[in-house]
């Protein structure tokens, strides 16, 4: 990168930190700490709440999402607006009403301790393991991308949102949250329309190209519990994905849990709702554009070039090489077939439409096999070695064709939107951590201010735990994907304990804590034997579903515990 980006890269991560441990150092009890002096209006908590969603993952992997799947990932989030009507309405006036610092009190008063403590300790465990992905999986990338030590970028990110986490908690995280919602927001509108200020093409023609090469696929109404995103996913299994995390995520539920009234905090719920979806149609297009433009300009094989360095001076480079000239010649066969497809648009001819989908269908599977090659290479010199290189495009494509300035621009929309969802982690970790088991449990009746020098201290450790777990991290497949399959993992059974809270009022503490073990056993041998048969029955089941199931099973079986109690019911 140039002067000027570096530049433009710190100068933006400086002020970003520096204005939230200046407008917020000092909070002097618990109160102020941890719910921010109650004062946020409706638009800081509906984009705190964007931001604490929109982690660096989604700026990264969504685009290389789109480049290879499409836009149907859009209809992962067709439920939100749903979800949150349903907070609004259900979990929001309980909330305020009991006056909580966080979701798992409510559970005590509706149920026992051992059930809030049960449904804060699954919260610790996800969100935790959530934190070190969410600084690994831009760490990982940018590290390659800037050539930094992968050690010293995961430091780097965790320090950074350390340093104003625990200094001004969670006022700190709302109000940075705000520049770092422009930041990332600007800076890829920016990107979207360089993007398509390069196409050699109109914008007209590159819908079109879009279209025929299947890249526009918004809605499928196809029923498949093995699809990941369907329209019906994206209302049943996600719906219920958004109830819990919205709901019973203390790392989102403390975001409007600052708000100054019922209402403020209703109306940011609401404006995440109507919001997100158009925000994620924007990314995912962009990313859609970035493939309309390789269709012109020939991509790279593998658009992780340090895997592609490490063939260089092996035995492999050779058979490298050919390969690319292989994917080259595919290439520019492709580029002929896309502009006789433009005319037969242009003529409307629909017979010679067809015949050149088929042709580019033949040269793009002739390209993922040299790929798939390039990718055996890789595994050959390096077992290790990762071969997936989706979350690689859109970056690989800003660092290639766009301009100095952008360049640092784009970089410090990664890095801000690392830094705003890991900071919304931190404090909900520290925040859970000293309300739910360090005052409750531990430490009872000690003074504000002690439980606020806690709350900082926990902030610390759950940084250092992420941090660690960063630095030993795996690449998944896919970063977005595998954020959001931890969450299904452990949503299901949380989401699960609210609802019978909320609905099922003759269920008892004892059968709800004994029927969140057993859903969770059960969604955990679904995941781990998903693809294969568990008890003699075949499980092919997308991981969205499992919030569904487990939140339908645990109200399931905590009635069933319920009625075989056969003990007096407290009205």
Same mark, same amino acid.
């Given at each position: ?15 970003? #930190? ?15 700490? =941890? ?28 685009? +290389? ?34 006056? #909580? ?16 403590? =049960? ?67 600007? +800076? ?33 109404? *196809?029923?498949?519990? @093995? ?5 019906? !996913? ?9 109830? !819990? ?5 203390? @790392? ?6 600052? +708000?100054?009234? =019922? ?37 790279? #094989? ?61 040269? @793009? ?16 010199? *390096? ?16 660092? *290639?064709?766009?301009?100095? +300035? ?22 909900? %970790? ?37 941090? =660690? ?25 949380? %989401? ?76």
């Amino acid at each position: 990168m140039s002067v000027l980006d570096w530049s433009i890269l710190f100068g933006t991560l400086t002020v970003i #930190v520096g204005y939230g441990v200046y407008k917020t150092y000092g909070p002097k009890d618990m109160e102020k700490y =941890l719910k921010g002096g109650n004062d946020m209006n409706w638009w800081t908590i509906g984009l705190s709440i964007m931001a604490t969603q929109a982690s660096a993952i989604t700026f990264l992997s969504t685009p +290389g999402q789109a480049y290879s799947d499409g836009m149907r990932f859009i209809q992962f989030y067709f439920g939100l607006p749903v979800a949150m009507i349903i907070l609004s309405v259900f979990f929001l006036p309980i909330y305020y009403k009991l006056k #909580v610092y966080t979701a798992y009190e409510f559970l005590e008063s509706r149920f026992d301790l051992k059930t809030r403590t =049960l449904a804060a300790c699954l919260f610790l465990i996800q969100r935790g393991l959530a934190a070190g992905i969410t600084i690994y999986a831009p760490a990982i990338i940018l590290s390659t991308l800037l050539n930094w030590n992968l050690t010293f970028t995961n430091i780097f990110i965790g320090c950074l949102v350390i340093i104003y986490t625990a200094s001004g908690g969670t006022k700190a995280v709302s109000i940075t949250q705000k520049q770092q919602m422009a930041v990332m927001m600007g +800076g890829m509108i920016l990107a979207g329309i360089l993007v398509i200020q390069l196409l050699p093409v109109t914008f007209t023609e590159a819908l079109h190209v879009a279209g025929k090469m299947d890249k526009l696929n918004i809605v499928n109404f *196809d029923f498949d519990l @093995s699809d990941r995103y369907n329209f019906w !996913s994206g209302m049943t299994g996600a719906l219920f994905l958004f109830l !819990s995390y919205f709901g019973t995520d203390q @790392s989102q539920v403390q975001r409007y849990l600052t +708000g100054s009234s =019922l209402t403020q905090s209703r109306m940011g719920l609401m404006m995440n709702g109507f919001l997100k979806i158009p925000m994620q149609f924007v990314i995912l297009f962009i990313g859609v554009m970035v493939f309309v433009f390789y269709q012109f300009f020939q991509p790279p #094989v593998f658009f992780n070039q340090v895997q592609v360095d490490k063939l260089k001076q092996t035995e492999y480079w050779d058979k490298y090489q050919s390969l690319e000239e292989d994917y080259k010649t595919k290439f520019e066969s492709k580029n002929i077939e896309i502009y006789a497809l433009l005319d037969a648009v242009k003529a409307n001819d629909e017979e010679l439409i067809e015949t050149s989908k088929e042709r580019i269908k033949e040269e @793009s599977k002739g390209q993922e096999a040299i790929r798939t090659e390039i990718k055996s290479l890789i595994l050959a010199n *390096d077992p290790l070695g990762e071969t997936n290189d989706t979350d690689y495009v859109f970056m690989r494509f800003v660092m *290639d064709y766009l301009p100095k +300035g952008i360049i640092g621009l784009l970089f410090a929309v990664i890095f801000s939107a690392a830094m705003s969802s890991t900071a919304s982690e931190l404090n909900a %970790l520290a925040s859970t951590t000293t309300i739910d088991i360090y005052k409750r449990s531990m430490n009872k009746n000690d003074l504000s201010r002690h439980y606020m020098y806690s709350s900082r201290w926990f902030t610390v450790l759950w940084g250092v735990f992420a941090i =660690l777990f960063a630095t030993y991290a795996t690449l998944f497949e896919n970063l977005i994907q595998a954020v959001n399959l931890l969450g299904s993992l452990f949503y299901g059974t949380i %989401l699960g304990i609210f609802l019978v809270a909320f609905f099922m009022k003759w269920v008892r503490g004892h059968a709800v804590f004994v029927a969140a073990l057993i859903t969770e056993a059960v969604i955990l041998l679904i995941h781990f034997n998903n693809g294969g048969q568990l008890f003699g029955v075949s499980i092919n089941i997308g991981y969205l579903w499992y919030n569904a199931i487990g939140s339908l099973l645990l109200m399931a079986v905590a009635a069933i515990i319920q009625l075989f109690l056969k003990r007096p019911l407290k009205e």
